[in-house]
């Protein structure tokens, strides 16, 4: 089974990507998706969130208060270290028992989408490849801001946290520049990378 690991910036496109690989037939761990499973209403992060940063740390509903954590996460490096030792090992646990379906399932080609992945620095010895999705900063937060949620100071504070576009590109073994593309365009160059790992070279006939 081949491992590829997918990663970008916020807004850059990863879930789009991710999304025609899957088309192609790729099985899809989505790092994001899962994080946000374990501090929704019920999830397995929520009692010691709770636990360690009070009640005001979680919604009406039982989640995790997104918005309240972001602006404690921003001017509190310790609180976030707290966070990451309660959420990162739980969505670590996560992705090892999909990984473990996936060698189950004979699956070709397993992708990784992990926001984190250049930043958490375990991940180069566990895959194959490294794709990143590359894109200028300007349009990682005109992309953010036009599907709303987050201000242009909110996002540029993100985009500070994480690593710079040169630290991820130097860290790739693939890159896609996804500025001014069609998804067909995208479509194509996934293909052709896709094939390398015994995905589909069709991917515009899957995504019908």
Avoid at 35 to 58: D, K, L, Q, Y
Avoid at 108 to 136: A, K, M, N
Wanted: proline share 2%; net charge neutral; hydrophobic share 45%.
């Amino acid at each position: 089974m081949h491992k590829l690991g997918l990663t970008g910036g916020i807004g850059s496109g990863k879930t789009t990507l991710a999304g025609v690989f899957a088309k192609l037939g790729a099985r899809v761990i989505d790092a994001d998706a899962i994080s946000r499973s374990v501090t929704a209403p019920g999830g397995v992060a929520i009692e010691p969130i709770a636990n360690a940063f009070g009640s005001c740390a979680i919604t009406a509903d039982g989640a995790l208060d997104r918005e309240w954590m972001r602006n404690l996460v921003f001017n509190d490096k310790t609180a976030k270290l707290i966070l990451e030792h309660i959420v990162h090992p739980l969505v670590a646990k996560e992705i090892a028992f999909h990984t473990r379906l996936a060698l189950a399932d004979n699956v070709r080609c397993l992708v990784f989408d992990i926001p984190l992945l250049v930043e958490s620095g375990h991940w180069r010895r566990t895959l194959d490849r490294i794709l990143v999705v590359d894109c200028r900063v300007t349009t990682q937060i005109e992309r953010v801001a036009h599907r709303g949620g987050l201000t242009q100071n909110e996002v540029e504070k993100i985009i500070a946290t994480q690593s710079s576009r040169l630290q991820r590109r130097q860290a790739a073994d693939l890159v896609i520049f996804n500025e001014g593309k069609s998804l067909d365009e995208i479509g194509e160059e996934l293909a052709w990378m896709g094939a390398q790992f015994g995905l589909s070279s069709h991917p515009l006939e899957n995504c019908a």
